[in-house]
């Protein structure tokens, strides 16, 4: 078993979360090798995410690799880009309505990119590169589910 991460907001927490992992691993006979195992690390990263106490954000070299995309020209670029950041779609507010009419773009149209394209991708990179940050739910209380469907996008958010 490899890729996990247990995150946690306290030290306290972190230990009590740990223990019932292993113990949960233990009962169901799943083994690790330790040698790759970190524990009680500041953070973790994982799957192209970063996990600290309590919040998960986007790679630093992410970040940067994004900041040097330039103007796209052509199709191809469309499509090559919108895939790269569809996998960062939670950490962007109103993604579906920022990337709508970038999509647009992608098929076998011909390509004219317009000062709507231009406005659409310098928000989308002034988003992304916002250094954007999710924090963890508390597990007190209770969660409320919001979900979306329109022609172009479907969502559902946590609350």
């Known amino acids: 078993m ?3 991460v247990i995150s946690a907001k306290t030290r306290k927490e972190l230990e009590e979360r740990t223990i019932h992992f292993l113990k949960m691993a233990k009962k169901h006979i799943l083994y690790f090798k330790w040698s790759k195992c ?7 990263p994982i799957l192209g995410v970063v996990v600290r106490w309590g919040e998960v954000q986007m790679e630093n070299n992410k970040i940067k690799a994004i900041k040097k995309w330039k103007t796209l020209t052509k199709t191809k ?3 090559s880009s919108l895939g790269f950041v569809n996998f960062y779609w939670h950490f962007i507010k109103n993604f579906s309505h920022t990337v709508k009419s970038l999509n647009e773009l992608k098929g076998k149209k011909e390509w004219k990119w317009k000062e709507k394209y231009q406005k659409a991708f310098e928000e989308l990179m002034n988003k992304i590169t916002g250094q954007l940050i999710l924090v963890l739910p508390k597990r007190k209380g209770k969660f409320r589910v919001e979900t979306d469907v329109s022609e172009h996008a479907i969502k559902g958010v946590l609350f």
């Open 38 to 44: 970190d524990f009680n690390t500041k953070e973790s």
């Open 2 to 4: 490899d890729n996990f």
């Open 77 to 79: 670029e469309v499509e």
